[in-house]
């Protein structure tokens, strides 16, 4: 196997513009979308032209995948929501806290502009517990 197809099947979490990133949250939110619903939930939107060559170049990437017999084209991801965050949560753990998950939530937590709610907090200590149960189980 080449390796642009190694990379087109997986894309992983880095080497997105801004734009791209900007398209990719449009077409998660909606699940599947056209070139004009990117474009019209776009900030500030390049040209129409513009997003139709940054989708070719996410599915290029392996980010998108295009259903070509629909008029207009449908993109969608190729990954889900979901894997996709704990994929990019990952890198960012690995290459901004050395690894360390402790480190990423103290900052989480302790950040000014993220204000969790008594439920959210109970989730994240059943969350706690149920890994020190695992961990003990092993």
């Given at each position: 196997?080449r390796?642009?197809?190694?990379?087109?099947?997986?894309?992983?979490?880095?080497?997105?513009?801004?734009r791209?990133?900007?398209?990719?949250?449009?077409?998660?939110?909606?699940?599947?979308?056209?070139?004009?619903?990117?474009?019209?939930?776009?900030?500030?939107?390049?040209?129409?032209?513009?997003?139709?060559?940054?989708?070719?170049?996410?599915?290029?990437?392996?980010?998108?995948?295009?259903?070509?017999?629909?008029?207009?084209?449908?993109?969608?991801?190729?990954?889900?929501?979901?894997?996709?965050?704990?994929?990019?949560?990952?890198?960012?753990?690995?290459?901004?806290?050395?690894?360390?998950?402790?480190?990423?939530m103290?900052?989480?937590?302790?950040?000014?502009?993220?204000?969790?709610?008594?439920?959210e907090?109970?989730?994240?200590?059943?969350?706690?517990?149920?890994?020190?149960?695992?961990?003990?189980?092993?």
């Amino acid at each position: 196997m080449r390796s642009d197809e190694t990379e087109r099947r997986d894309p992983g979490p880095v080497g997105l513009s801004r734009r791209e990133r900007q398209i990719m949250d449009v077409v998660f939110r909606l699940g599947e979308a056209t070139a004009a619903d990117v474009h019209f939930r776009m900030p500030d939107p390049p040209t129409y032209t513009t997003v139709r060559g940054l989708l070719r170049v996410l599915v290029d990437k392996g980010h998108l995948e295009v259903r070509k017999e629909a008029v207009p084209y449908v993109y969608r991801p190729t990954t889900p929501r979901d894997a996709a965050g704990t994929t990019v949560l990952s890198h960012v753990v690995r290459t901004f806290f050395g690894g360390s998950a402790v480190r990423a939530m103290a900052a989480l937590l302790g950040s000014s502009e993220i204000r969790l709610t008594q439920a959210e907090l109970d989730r994240l200590s059943r969350i706690v517990a149920e890994a020190r149960d695992a961990e003990e189980g092993s």
